[in-house]
């Protein structure tokens, strides 16, 4: 039987591979969006920006910020109801900066541990909702994704190798199948007892905490509500590229369409391991649309990079400076995040 030390000895290295991995994959499709591209063009790309523009792109990121804690304090009604939206809009952007300056994506864990000690809630509880959030935003962004390919250039709808299934037809049968598994989760809820899966326990505990964000599910106006949320979550999100590329006066032009599936691409390079704030598996990723769609090299990697950077700086920068007011510390959160989370273990 292994020590206590042994076993943290064991997760440390865990840790490290799993950084290292994302290092790795980072560095190579950051090489990758670089070749055949010098910086100086990048630059002279960059230095047509307007800045009026750029005011806007903040503003949009804000909105994404109110919007986004505004969802979670409808999934929230069960578990924590006096909740204040607010409360919220720290804890969201708090948790998005840690995932921006941390290595393993720890910052949904940080937003768990901190809003369970913030708001006297349950921490499996405040993190089924935090699951369900994560399945709300796949689900709006695949109809979503659907709904724009049908605009695009053919190989955006071109049929999934060795499959024969188009991309669109993927993209709504992945959002029917998101939307029946919460439904599913919202019966479960309500009918799991002892004697369903009497054999499987450990596998009944498992669907009953997954179950439990989708209270809120269960009202029709709330479920409206909630979902309507969501998929203004990722028409600001499409808003913020389109608005970036009037700030570069980008050529062929970002149309809404173009937008929402740009984004589909960026959202899709953050499963991939990478270094904090996603950086090189974005810039590989919008850039390979943006030139599959005709725009030259220069001006997509700076295009990336500019929608990037001011979304990195504006996320992070509020995100430390919450951390600090409200008196915690990075190194307080990530021991925190831990702690909790090997406790829900």
Same mark, same amino acid.
């Given at each position: 039987?292994?020590?206590?030390?042994?076993?943290?000895?064991?997760?440390?290295?865990?840790?490290?591979?799993?950084?290292?991995?994302?290092?790795?994959?980072?560095?190579?499709?950051?090489?990758?969006?670089?070749?055949?591209?010098?910086?100086?063009?990048?630059?002279?790309?960059?230095?047509?920006?307007? *800045?009026?523009?750029?005011?806007?792109?903040?503003?949009?990121?804000? &909105?994404?910020?109110?919007?986004?804690?505004?969802?979670?304090?409808?999934?929230?009604?069960?578990?924590?109801?006096?909740?204040?939206?607010?409360?919220?809009?720290?804890?969201? @952007?708090?948790?998005?900066?840690?995932?921006?300056?941390?290595?393993?994506?720890?910052?949904?864990?940080?937003?768990?541990?901190?809003?369970?000690?913030?708001?006297?809630? *349950?921490?499996?509880?405040?993190?089924?909702?935090?699951?369900?959030?994560?399945?709300?935003?796949?689900?709006? &962004?695949?109809?979503?994704?659907?709904?724009?390919?049908?605009?695009? $250039?053919?190989?955006?709808?071109?049929?999934? $190798?060795?499959?024969?299934?188009?991309?669109?037809?993927?993209?709504?049968?992945?959002?029917?199948?998101?939307?029946?598994?919460?439904?599913?989760?919202?019966?479960?809820?309500?009918?799991?007892?002892?004697?369903?899966?009497?054999?499987?326990?450990?596998?009944?505990?498992?669907?009953?905490?997954?179950?439990?964000? @989708?209270?809120?599910?269960?009202?029709? *106006?709330?479920?409206?509500?909630?979902?309507?949320?969501?998929?203004?979550?990722?028409?600001?999100?499409?808003?913020?590229?389109?608005?970036?590329?009037?700030?570069?006066?980008?050529?062929?032009?970002? @149309?809404?369409?173009?937008?929402?599936?740009?984004?589909?691409?960026?959202?899709?390079?953050?499963?991939?391991?990478?270094?904090?704030?996603?950086?090189?598996?974005?810039?590989?990723?919008?850039?390979?649309?943006? @030139?599959?769609?005709?725009?030259?090299?220069?001006?997509?990697?700076?295009?990336?990079?500019?929608?990037?950077?001011?979304?990195?700086?504006?996320?992070?920068? &509020?995100?430390? &400076?919450?951390?600090?007011?409200?008196?915690?510390?990075?190194?307080?959160?990530?021991?925190?995040?831990?702690?909790?989370?090997?406790?829900?273990?």
């Amino acid at each position: 039987m292994s020590t206590p030390n042994e076993e943290s000895g064991a997760w440390g290295g865990r840790q490290i591979v799993a950084a290292a991995a994302g290092l790795a994959v980072s560095v190579a499709l950051l090489a990758l969006a670089l070749r055949n591209v010098s910086a100086r063009e990048v630059a002279h790309e960059l230095a047509k920006v307007r *800045p009026g523009w750029l005011a806007s792109m903040a503003g949009i990121i804000l &909105l994404d910020l109110a919007i986004r804690s505004l969802r979670w304090k409808l999934l929230l009604s069960a578990a924590a109801p006096s909740a204040s939206w607010w409360s919220l809009v720290k804890l969201e @952007t708090i948790g998005l900066a840690v995932n921006n300056v941390l290595f393993l994506r720890i910052g949904e864990l940080a937003r768990t541990a901190l809003a369970a000690k913030e708001l006297g809630s *349950p921490f499996i509880a405040v993190f089924s909702t935090i699951f369900v959030e994560r399945m709300l935003d796949l689900m709006s &962004l695949l109809a979503l994704f659907g709904a724009a390919a049908r605009t695009q $250039p053919s190989f955006v709808d071109a049929p999934m $190798p060795f499959m024969g299934v188009r991309m669109t037809t993927m993209a709504f049968a992945g959002a029917a199948a998101i939307a029946a598994t919460l439904a599913a989760l919202c019966v479960l809820d309500r009918r799991l007892d002892e004697s369903v899966l009497p054999g499987l326990p450990k596998v009944r505990l498992a669907l009953s905490q997954a179950a439990m964000g @989708t209270r809120a599910l269960r009202s029709i *106006p709330s479920a409206g509500a909630i979902l309507a949320l969501g998929f203004s979550l990722w028409i600001v999100g499409a808003a913020l590229f389109w608005t970036g590329g009037k700030a570069l006066d980008l050529l062929p032009p970002m @149309t809404a369409g173009r937008s929402v599936v740009t984004l589909a691409c960026a959202a899709a390079s953050s499963f991939l391991p990478a270094v904090p704030g996603s950086f090189g598996t974005f810039e590989q990723a919008v850039k390979l649309y943006l @030139t599959s769609n005709g725009v030259a090299e220069a001006a997509a990697l700076g295009f990336a990079g500019l929608v990037h950077l001011v979304a990195y700086s504006v996320v992070t920068s &509020l995100g430390i &400076l919450l951390i600090y007011r409200t008196g915690y510390t990075l190194g307080g959160i990530k021991a925190l995040a831990g702690a909790r989370g090997e406790a829900a273990r």
